[in-house]
């Protein structure tokens, strides 16, 4: 895929891609697919914590896009962000698009107790403020946040790429799978990977007493003798993850594979992995993964630059955006 419905030299000229300190590969890969170079910046991080980014070469009048997952450090990925719109804003560009593979804060979307914070709104209006004029967001935790906005926001569902890449390369009997929920939160998401694959659906009935700590109490569903596929949006700790594993396995589930879209990966996660029975975790690269695949093997990265791109043309092109990301999904 690339740019097809404007001349290339216009295309070259108008829009521009900038990825910035946490999703650096994933921009260069969306720039291949697009066919343009990657803009020129550069991010400085002084001793006391200040955050500088320079753009190396002119944005006036073109359409501008930030790549850029807020995870860890990410308050520093946060800053960085807000400091190149407010660049690109002083230097008179057109448009200025944050693309926002991983959303953090998105955990934060609402009051659970008296007196706290609705995080994620706060984030929605700095990025306002700074003068973003779109955001693109990929399976945000929580739906709503999209309405926190009041420029156009658009969330991109990586699950079909997730269905494509189990359909393609898993060599399992559709009769033999299952898709589980590791929560009740996340039953549609699995319901809709259970309908692309002709799949029944099971859900692991769980408490959490604090945060990160997840406690599996039932299964509804039948997993005897199949291929469990736990779909998740994202994996922190993992300590959800495996307490669900050890429960499929209990149940007399042959086999078990994990797949997320956001492998945050913090604490003790990795090791937990390792030290599963899980078979395969599939996970994409909205945060970046180099590291953590050197040191888990039954990691598989899939990459969600096609999605990116998909949005970047269709935008640039006026053109249907979901449209687009079926097309993209499809390859």
Do not use: W
Not at 68 to 85: A, C, F, H, Y
Request: hydrophobic share 40%; glycine share 6%.
């Amino acid at each position: 895929m690339s740019f097809t419905t404007r001349d290339a030299k216009e295309i070259k000229e108008k829009t521009i891609v900038f990825a910035l300190s946490s999703s650096k590969e994933l921009g260069e890969e969306v720039c291949k697919i697009l066919g343009i170079p990657l803009g020129k910046c550069v991010v400085n991080h002084f001793s006391d914590g200040e955050v500088l980014v320079e753009l190396g070469e002119s944005v006036r009048g073109k359409d501008v896009y930030f790549i850029q997952s807020t995870n860890r450090p990410v308050n520093d990925n946060l800053m960085e962000l807000l400091v190149g719109i407010d660049a690109c804003k002083r230097a008179s560009a057109n448009s200025i698009n944050a693309v926002i593979p991983y959303f953090g804060y998105a955990r934060q979307d609402r009051k659970a107790k008296p007196r706290q914070p609705i995080t994620a709104k706060l984030v929605a209006s700095m990025l306002e403020s700074a003068g973003a004029d779109h955001v693109i967001t990929m399976d945000l935790h929580a739906t709503q946040i999209q309405g926190y906005f009041d420029i156009p926001a658009d969330d991109l569902a990586v699950m079909p790429l997730i269905a494509n890449y189990i359909t393609d390369n898993l060599n399992i009997n559709p009769e033999e799978i299952v898709i589980v929920s590791p929560d009740h939160g996340g039953t549609v998401r699995a319901r809709r990977l259970a309908d692309r694959l002709g799949a029944p659906v099971a859900i692991i009935d769980k408490r959490r007493p604090k945060p990160n700590v997840a406690v599996a109490m039932n299964l509804l569903g039948d997993v005897e003798g199949k291929t469990a596929i736990i779909i998740d949006d994202m994996v922190d700790t993992a300590g959800t993850l495996t307490s669900g594993i050890n429960m499929l396995y209990e149940k007399g589930a042959k086999s078990v594979i994990a797949t997320c879209t956001h492998g945050v990966l913090s604490g003790p996660a990795l090791e937990r992995l390792e030290n599963s029975k899980l078979e395969q975790f599939i996970v994409t690269n909205t945060i970046d993964q180099t590291a953590n695949k050197e040191k888990l093997d039954k990691m598989t990265v899939i990459s969600v630059a096609p999605l990116a791109a998909a949005a970047i043309e269709a935008l640039e092109a006026n053109e249907s955006l979901s449209t687009a990301l079926q097309n993209a999904a499809k390859h």
